[in-house]
């Protein structure tokens, strides 16, 4: 599908902000977006790059009375050397395509969506910061737009995308977060939307991550949704835990995200001889492992932190220090190793960046 890209005007074009210590996550936004149009009848058609800014949707469309609606998070970033190169593209567009699919959704075509956000990018180059730790991080967005009430698969949709230059997603940087094991309310359950990328399900965490924040805790933990007994995964991140000296994390279900930055630890860290265990994780043996010394670390991946040390679990009304409380040697490990591949300081034998130009 050609792609148009249509004119900046010189008013509407804005600098790229001078303070990357200042960019914050997700709160300045660059100067063009990509777009596509679907219907029933056309299909996929009118795949552009635009000037950013508001989109004009009917008060009756479908996405704002019955959710229709899908998102990614993917980053690019600007190595020493002048090139610009994104993590794992490819895994985005697959799980992008799995979240439409349980959302009654059309797929995007992959060569749409990696070929578009890879013009974008090209276009805002210049958007891209190049201080450690900062990175552009890219928003892929598709929704309901057709202009109908009543509960049935929209025949109209609107793929979007837009670009967000940031800095750390916590204000503590990579400094160990404090973690709030929610024991009633529910995310997802199996069956449900849990392993979508879809905006309920975080519209369904913000009340217990409002009560988390009022308690000190910057996240929720996840239990599953049937006994609130396994763990499952972090309001915006996949749990693993260092038990033993093994890295352990819970089975993917469909009650939660798979993750791409999961999957990377995982196989990154049996090219590097940690050894590493898949099972279910119940909260009172994880618990009691925390207080005897068994579990040692713990950290958090997704695409906006990367990789998060946990320094502290509260359960009911008590806290529980994993470890010295501080960042653990095999977090620090797999962080540097991941971040290190991902701004090309270190050798990309997995073959996961996706170089941009």
Same mark, same amino acid.
């Given at each position: 599908?050609?792609? @148009?890209? %249509?004119?900046?005007?010189?008013?509407? @074009?804005?600098?790229?902000?001078?303070?990357?210590?200042?960019?914050?996550?997700?709160?300045?936004?660059?100067?063009?977006? /990509?777009?596509?149009?679907?219907?029933?009848?056309?299909?996929?058609?009118?795949?552009?790059?635009?000037?950013? $800014?508001?989109?004009?949707?009917?008060?009756?469309?479908?996405?704002?009375?019955?959710?229709?609606?899908?998102?990614?998070?993917?980053?690019?970033?600007?190595?020493?050397?002048? !090139?610009?190169?994104?993590?794992?593209?490819?895994?985005?567009?697959?799980?992008?395509?799995?979240?439409?699919?349980?959302?009654?959704?059309?797929?995007?075509? %992959?060569?749409?969506?990696? %070929?578009?956000?890879? =013009?974008?990018?090209?276009?805002?180059?210049?958007?891209?910061?190049?201080?450690?730790?900062?990175?552009?991080?890219?928003?892929?967005?598709?929704?309901?737009?057709?202009?109908?009430?009543?509960?049935?698969?929209?025949?109209?949709? /609107?793929?979007?995308?837009?670009?967000?230059?940031?800095?750390?997603?916590?204000?503590?940087?990579?400094?160990?977060? @404090?973690?709030?094991? %929610?024991?009633?309310?529910?995310?997802?359950?199996?069956?449900?939307?849990?392993?979508?990328?879809?905006?309920?399900?975080?519209?369904?965490?913000?009340?217990?991550?409002?009560?988390?924040?009022?308690?000190?805790?910057?996240?929720? /933990?996840?239990?599953? $949704?049937?006994? !609130?007994?396994?763990?499952?995964?972090?309001?915006?991140?996949?749990?693993?835990?260092?038990?033993?000296?093994?890295?352990?994390?819970?089975?993917?279900?469909?009650?939660?995200?798979?993750?791409?930055?999961?999957?990377?630890?995982?196989?990154?860290?049996?090219?590097?001889?940690?050894?590493?265990?898949?099972?279910?994780?119940?909260?009172?043996?994880?618990? =009691?492992?925390?207080?005897?010394? !068994?579990?040692?670390?713990?950290?958090?991946?997704?695409?906006?932190?990367?990789?998060?040390?946990?320094?502290?679990? $509260?359960?009911?009304?008590?806290?529980?220090?994993?470890?010295?409380?501080?960042?653990?040697?095999?977090? @620090? !490990?797999?962080?540097?190793?991941?971040?290190?591949?991902?701004?090309?300081?270190?050798?990309?034998?997995?073959?996961?960046?996706?170089?941009?130009?």
């Amino acid at each position: 599908m050609a792609i @148009r890209v %249509e004119p900046l005007p010189e008013k509407r @074009r804005k600098a790229p902000p001078s303070d990357q210590a200042g960019l914050g996550f997700g709160q300045i936004f660059t100067n063009r977006m /990509l777009k596509a149009e679907w219907d029933v009848h056309r299909g996929w058609h009118d795949a552009r790059i635009e000037p950013y $800014g508001p989109l004009a949707l009917d008060p009756a469309a479908k996405v704002f009375h019955y959710g229709q609606e899908v998102f990614e998070g993917l980053k690019a970033y600007r190595w020493q050397d002048g !090139r610009v190169a994104m993590f794992r593209p490819q895994m985005n567009a697959a799980r992008f395509n799995r979240s439409a699919a349980r959302l009654a959704l059309p797929e995007v075509p %992959e060569n749409l969506f990696l %070929e578009g956000i890879d =013009a974008l990018v090209r276009l805002e180059e210049d958007w891209i910061p190049s201080a450690a730790g900062t990175s552009l991080y890219i928003r892929p967005t598709l929704i309901a737009v057709e202009p109908r009430l009543g509960v049935s698969p929209a025949d109209q949709c /609107l793929f979007f995308v837009i670009l967000s230059p940031v800095g750390a997603y916590y204000a503590a940087g990579f400094n160990p977060v @404090r973690i709030l094991v %929610e024991d009633y309310y529910v995310r997802a359950v199996p069956g449900g939307t849990g392993t979508a990328k879809t905006g309920g399900n975080y519209a369904s965490s913000l009340v217990a991550g409002r009560k988390a924040k009022e308690r000190g805790f910057e996240q929720v /933990l996840w239990l599953d $949704g049937i006994r !609130r007994r396994y763990v499952e995964e972090v309001g915006a991140m996949n749990i693993f835990f260092v038990i033993d000296g093994a890295l352990v994390t819970p089975p993917l279900t469909d009650s939660f995200l798979a993750g791409v930055t999961r999957d990377s630890v995982l196989e990154l860290a049996e090219t590097l001889g940690i050894p590493v265990t898949v099972r279910p994780v119940e909260i009172d043996d994880l618990l =009691a492992g925390v207080r005897s010394g !068994r579990v040692s670390e713990a950290f958090g991946t997704g695409t906006a932190a990367v990789i998060s040390p946990v320094g502290v679990l $509260g359960y009911k009304d008590e806290i529980f220090t994993i470890g010295s409380g501080d960042v653990g040697p095999m977090t @620090r !490990r797999l962080y540097d190793e991941v971040t290190g591949i991902q701004c090309g300081r270190l050798p990309d034998s997995l073959g996961w960046m996706h170089e941009v130009r």
